[in-house]
């Protein structure tokens, strides 16, 4: 059932990404994109600690430490490479880097290899593929 009148696709998104990334309850999770609002509802609603909304193309005021950075809305290469760099500063080694499925309207191989070149490897995916969580290598 939808919890606060959000889409079952969403929070079916936040679930899974939540048990495929191993978090804590509450995690400090940074969604990086152009359209993030509803992300950033659905995980507060979902009981993370802090989330907070960056645009990729623009500076954060401040470098929070993330558990996750969810990566949902960027428009080509070089966004996609602004958003990796933001997602990387916030989590450091330790955390995880999700790009939700849709995100990027590149090609796999192409969002795979952007990954790589900033240190990148994916450490799980869902069952169609689709949504890639990344870690640093």
Same mark, same amino acid.
Do not use: Q
């Given at each position: 059932?939808?919890?606060?009148?959000?889409?079952?696709?969403?929070?079916?998104?936040?679930?899974?990404?939540?048990?495929?990334?191993?978090?804590?309850?509450?995690?400090?999770?940074?969604?990086?994109?152009?359209?993030?609002?509803?992300?950033?509802?659905?995980?507060?609603?979902?009981?993370?600690?802090?989330?907070?909304?960056?645009?990729?193309?623009?500076?954060?005021?401040?470098? #929070?430490?993330?558990?996750?950075?969810?990566?949902?809305?960027?428009?080509? #290469?070089? #966004?996609?490479?602004?958003?990796?760099?933001?997602?990387?500063?916030?989590?450091?080694?330790?955390?995880?880097?999700?790009?939700?499925?849709?995100?990027?309207?590149?090609?796999?191989?192409?969002?795979?290899?952007?990954?790589?070149?900033?240190?990148?490897?994916?450490?799980?995916?869902?069952?169609?593929?689709?949504?890639?969580?990344?870690?640093?290598?």
């Amino acid at each position: 059932m939808p919890r606060d009148g959000e889409p079952p696709s969403l929070l079916a998104s936040v679930d899974r990404v939540m048990a495929m990334a191993h978090l804590s309850p509450a995690p400090h999770i940074a969604v990086i994109g152009r359209h993030t609002l509803p992300f950033v509802l659905a995980l507060l609603s979902h009981g993370c600690a802090g989330v907070r909304s960056l645009r990729p193309d623009a500076a954060a005021p401040d470098c #929070e430490a993330a558990d996750l950075a969810w990566i949902v809305d960027v428009g080509d #290469e070089h #966004e996609l490479d602004d958003a990796l760099r933001a997602a990387h500063r916030r989590t450091g080694a330790a955390g995880y880097i999700v790009l939700e499925d849709g995100a990027c309207p590149l090609r796999e191989a192409t969002i795979r290899a952007h990954a790589a070149a900033a240190g990148l490897e994916v450490v799980a995916a869902d069952a169609f593929g689709r949504g890639l969580v990344w870690r640093e290598k």
